[in-house]
């Protein structure tokens, strides 16, 4: 039996043009409309009637300071024409400079008329002379721009993740917040000293070794905990350079969370 034209074979063996809704379409429909517009291609994209004038201009080798009026007014019609048929809201810019470049046409065949205090009467193309110039400008300094590489297009930022140490890395002291320290322990100490005269033979070495004896077992002590105003201000001078000592040969280490914060001391080592 053979089936009727237009009905779909039960056995397909030949190979589907196309699939509707999951099923084979073996031929183009007859009543499939595509309108005239769907494909255009455009050989020469403008970006206005300025960018059309100054090809026309350029691709006819024209003098930019003694137009053709006759032959770039023509060639101009013939594209605005063109666009016009296909984009009339497109074609609007172009038809007013269509106007602009008649009207100077106009003005060329009539006699030309000076101006008061001029010696020379006024080009009538000249207006339309200085905006293609500037215009020219403006385009070469865009295309200049472009030519510049972008991120984005012509390059990427390279992004690299470094993981940061578990163990926290404290900021150096700065010398001005350690005289400030210093200055405020000398005023308590002024507070509490007592006018007696005694010699008394002080060692460095040995406040040394008091600073490292309280320092340790201990993770941090501050600044001013390691000073005993009572003992007077000469104790609190040679302390301070037993501190300025040790920081000197790396025993100590003197570090402050951030600025206008309490300073601490500790250890630089870890004892056995």
């Known amino acids: 039996m053979v089936p009727p034209p237009g009905a779909m074979p039960e056995v397909i063996d030949q190979v589907a043009l196309a699939r509707l809704y999951g099923e084979p379409l073996f031929a183009l429909p007859t009543d499939l409309y595509i309108p005239p517009d769907a494909l255009e291609v ?6 206005g009637p ?21 032959g770039l007014t023509r060639q101009y019609l013939v594209y605005v024409e063109e666009i ?7 074609a609007a810019e172009y038809l007013l400079m269509a106007a602009m470049l008649i009207e100077i046409k106009s003005r060329m065949l009539l006699p030309q008329r000076k101006q008061e205090g001029a010696d020379e009467a006024e080009d009538p193309r000249a207006a339309l002379v200085r905006r293609l110039l500037e215009y020219e400008q403006m385009k070469m ?5 472009s030519a510049l590489p972008q991120q984005g297009r012509d390059f990427l930022c390279a992004q ?16 001005t917040d350690l005289q400030e320290a210093w200055q405020d322990i000398l005023k308590r ?6 006018h007696k005269i005694t010699r008394e033979e002080l060692s460095v070495r040995e406040h040394m070794g008091h600073v490292l004896k309280a320092l340790q077992g201990r993770r941090f002590v501050e600044f001013e905990s390691l000073f005993d105003p009572s003992r007077g201000s000469t104790v609190l001078v040679v302390t301070f350079i037993a501190l300025l000592e040790l920081a000197k040969e790396t025993l100590i280490e003197i570090t402050q969370a951030e600025a206008f914060s309490p300073i601490y001391v500790r250890l630089a080592y870890k004892p056995a």
């Open 141 to 145: 300094a865009a295309a200049r721009l």
């Open 84 to 90: 016009r048929s296909r984009n009339l809201e497109l």
């Open 50 to 70: 300025l960018d059309l004038l100054l090809y026309l201009i350029r691709k006819q080798n024209f003098n930019i300071l003694d137009i053709p009026m006759a």
């Open 160 to 175: 690299v993740f470094i993981e940061q140490s578990l163990q926290p890395r404290f900021p150096d002291v700065q010398l």
């Open 42 to 47: 455009f050989l020469e994209a403008f970006e």
């Open 189 to 194: 100490a002024r507070l509490v000293q007592h």
